[in-house]
T-cell receptor, first 115, second 116 residues
Framework: AQKITQTQPGMFVQEKEAVTLDCTYDTSDPSYGLFWYKQPSSGEMIFLIYQGSYDQQNATEGRYSLNFQKARKSANLVISASQLGDSAMYFCAMRGRGGYQKVTFGTGTKLQVIP | EAGVTQFPSHSVIEKGQTVTLRCDPISGHDNLYWYRRVMGKEIKFLLHFVKESKQDESGMPNNRFLAERTGGTYSTLKVQPAELEDSGVYFC??????????????FGPGTRLTVL
């Protein structure tokens, strides 16, 4: 079984500052993928970034980077230079490898960017 | 290209009534997933179609939920009869992937279901 834990129900960050959203996971799969999704108030789920468990380098996509620490089973999302449009719910998720694998989500973190 | 669409965006029904949610995946995507988020909790997997076949329905909560994907295109999720605990946001996602790959699942905007 897979489990994602997001311990921060809500976060505030000042505009232009960086913020880290925490995510820890648990799985018995030797190979897996970790994802972050953004859900703005409009409701759609927007894919942000992906990290494979065997990837040597941490994933980066523009202002988003994933701080992957495999031994600690953590996959924190770092958003640099926060913008007002970053205010949203953020979900950490994972899926295993092999066959068809459903995505397991955390409970989400609500980020609010303050001007 | 159009993304995943869901209809309706909101539905308010009374306990005991029936509701049918619809999902249109991205054209050409064989894989279609249903997820549900109950208020304040994590998004939970319900089931997965590969074309018209149910690949995994381990997340379906009970037999009041019926999902179909006739012809392997759009899918419907029927709740009959609806109960109060069925309230939440129902997401649909689709992907075009091979077994074992990590291709992205594209999510729809969700249907917010409220059962009174």
């Amino acid at each position: 079984a897979q489990k994602i834990t997001q311990t921060q129900p809500g976060m505030f960050v000042q505009e232009k500052e960086a913020v880290t959203l925490d995510c820890t996971y648990d799985t018995s799969d030797p190979s897996y993928g970790l994802f972050w999704y953004k859900q703005p108030s409009s409701g759609e789920m927007i894919f942000l970034i992906y990290q494979g468990s065997y990837d040597q380098q941490n994933a980066t996509e523009g202002r988003y980077s994933l701080n992957f620490q495999k031994a600690r089973k953590s996959a924190n999302l770092v958003i640099s230079a926060s913008q007002l449009g970053d205010s949203a719910m953020y979900f950490c998720a994972m899926r295993g490898r092999g066959g068809y694998q459903k995505v397991t989500f955390g409970t989400g973190t609500k980020l609010q960017v303050i001007p | 290209e159009a993304g995943v669409t869901q209809f309706p965006s909101h539905s308010v029904i009374e306990k005991g009534q029936t509701v049918t949610l619809r999902c249109d995946p991205i054209s050409g995507h064989d894989n279609l997933y249903w997820y549900r988020r109950v208020m304040g909790k994590e998004i939970k997997f319900l089931l997965h179609f590969v074309k018209e076949s149910k690949q995994d329905e381990s997340g379906m909560p009970n037999n009041r939920f019926l999902a179909e994907r006739t012809g392997g295109t759009y899918s419907t999720l029927k709740v009959q009869p609806a109960e109060l605990e069925d309230s939440g946001v129902y997401f649909c996602a689709s992907s075009q992937e091979e077994r074992g790959s990590y291709n992205e699942q594209f999510f729809g905007p969700g249907t917010r279901l409220t059962v009174l």
